[in-house]
Nanobody
Framework: QVQLVESGGGVVQAGTSLRLSCTFS????????VGWFRQAPNKVREFVGS????????LIASSVKGRLSVSRDSSKKTSYLQLDTLQLEDTGTYFC???????????????WGQGTQVTVSS
């Protein structure tokens, strides 16, 4: 069984940067990827970025392109999400998940983390 834990959320000032971590336990397939999603109150969960675990190739949603990057450290079984120039609209719960790569939709996720709350303040 694969388990994921996100960390790094909190209250952050608009215009600053944020880095979230997603660490998993267990083994994953070489064809797997880690996807990052966010969900604002009363809104659907949306894809923001992903990384193919074997190659490190990333895919970034157009809505955050230029501000968001995703990376991974295989030795630590950890993926990172960095979001720059934070905006109030970035507020939400951020989730990571594992599924077959390339990931660009929630339905592809087989294992989910519990999420970490990010609140951007003005």
């Amino acid at each position: 069984q694969v388990q994921l834990v996100e960390s790094g959320g909190g209250v952050v000032q608009a215009g600053t940067s944020l880095r979230l971590s997603c660490t998993f336990s267990g083994r994953i397939l070489s064809s797997a990827g880690v996807g990052w999603f966010r969900q604002a109150p009363n809104k659907v969960r949306e894809f923001v970025g992903s990384v193919r675990w074997s190659s490190g190739t990333t895919l970034i949603a157009s809505s955050v392109k230029g501000r968001l990057s995703v990376s991974r450290d295989s030795s630590k079984k950890t993926s990172y999400l960095q979001l720059d120039t934070l905006q109030l609209e970035d507020t939400g719960t951020y989730f990571c998940g594992i599924g077959p790569a390339p990931i660009d939709a929630p339905r592809q996720i087989k294992y989910w983390g519990q999420g970490t709350q990010v609140t951007v303040s003005s």
